[in-house]
């Protein structure tokens, strides 16, 4: 079994883009995300990468494993330490897919964290 992290922006918007880049992953693939959710207050729609993610890995068959912040017990940093666990947790990711928009502090820190640990990442833009 393989885990895969995708994290991204909340804006991100594309899900046919996550969709695509999903499909290319072997079955059998975890994927492993943070819960992030916005929606589109005109539309409806969501558009956070997490959760257009969650979408289409369900879609395509695969396990998924969300991974929220804890902001009892961790306050204001509870998503960043939320990243950390999703990068640290065993088993480890052997690959992250970001899906980033414009400057996503959270997305830009679990791509800095997962290079530190010397796992692959994939950086997609729109």
């Known amino acids: 079994m393989s885990v895969v992290l995708v994290c991204g922006s909340r804006t991100w918007g594309l899900p046919l883009r996550i ?8 079955d059998g693939t975890v994927i492993r995300h943070g ?8 539309t409806g729609a969501e ?8 979408q289409a890995a369900r879609s395509l068959g695969f396990t998924v494993e ?8 961790f306050g204001r940093a509870a998503p960043l330490r939320r990243n950390d ?6 088993p480890v990711p052997v690959l992250v897919i970001a899906f980033q928009r414009g400057c996503s502090s959270g997305t830009g820190y679990t791509i800095h964290g997962a290079r530190e640990r010397r796992i692959d990442v994939e ?3 729109p």
Do not use: C, N, T, W
């Not at 969709?19 to 072997?26: E, M, P």
């Not at 558009?47 to 969650?54: G, P, V």
């Open 123 to 125: 950086v997609h833009r």
């Open 47 to 54: 558009l956070s990468a997490d959760m257009l993610a969650d």
């Open 66 to 73: 969300v991974f929220r912040p804890d902001y009892k017990r």
């Open 35 to 42: 819960g992030a959710s916005r929606i589109d207050r005109e």
């Open 85 to 90: 666990r999703m990068l640290d947790e065993d």
């Open 19 to 26: 969709y695509h880049r999903l499909g290319q992953l072997a």
